[in-house]
T-cell receptor, first 116, second 113 residues
């Protein structure tokens, strides 16, 4: 257990429905990252926050995706009008910038999304 | 374009044997290189992290090497155990820009009796 938690662990939804995932980072970490991982591939960067500010979004993050980190603690990732191609593992990671030259990212267990 | 390539794609070894996994990268400007272990259906867990000036780092039975000149890294697993069965992912971080990580596709290792 890395200290990063994600909820739910699994989500099955029908195409066209909206889904929301939550990530709780390690409490003192100011950076939070979202990644998407499809079967047999490494994770791909989606977006990251420093405190409550969303500093970068990947081109993978279409208009149907939105992420928030309203108080600089937990974060949510919402997917609207889900498509079958959204089926993947969604991973969250957190890191602390201060005093850490490695900026090591600690990953949560992921949320497995299946869109039927 | 930043890329990380790993070989082999998959590997089966007998328990107790050693193995070496390879990683080549074209990430610039380089910050650090990490090896992660990812069990099926779980998030990645860090094994080692190396910066430009470090060319080897060990974590128990795992030893990683880095050649920043040739942009190659290896992960050596000694005396493999059944619990080593997992995907091993090489990850490179670029300096600046939030230290985004570029992931390889992983080497799927299976350790058998």
């Amino acid at each position: 257990d890395t200290g990063v938690s994600q909820d739910p662990r699994h989500k099955i939804t029908k195409r066209g429905q909206n889904v929301t995932f939550r990530c709780d980072p390690i409490s003192e970490h100011n950076r939070l990252y979202w990644y998407r991982q499809t079967l047999g591939q490494g994770p791909e960067f989606l977006t990251y926050f420093q405190n409550e500010a969303q500093l970068e979004k990947s081109r993978l993050l279409s208009d149907r995706f939105s992420a928030e980190r309203p108080k600089g603690s937990f974060s949510t990732l919402e997917i609207q009008r889900t498509e079958q191609g959204d089926s993947a593992m969604y991973l969250c990671a957190s890191s602390s910038v201060a005093g850490n030259s490695y900026n090591e990212q600690f990953f949560g267990p992921g949320t497995r999304l299946t869109v039927l | 374009k930043n890329q990380v390539e790993q070989s082999p794609q998959s590997l089966i070894i007998l328990e107790g044997k050693n193995c070496t996994l390879q990683c080549n990268y074209t990430v610039s400007p380089f910050s650090n290189l990490r090896w992660y272990k990812q069990d099926t259906g779980r998030g990645p867990v860090s094994l080692t992290i190396m910066t430009f000036s470090e060319n080897t780092k060990s974590n128990g039975r795992y030893t990683a090497t880095l050649d920043a000149d040739t942009k190659q890294s290896s992960l050596h697993i000694t005396a493999s155990q059944l619990s080593d069965s997992a995907s091993y992912i090489c990850v490179v971080s670029a300096r600046g820009g939030g230290n985004k990580l570029t992931f390889g596709t992983g080497t799927q290792l299976k350790v058998e009796l």
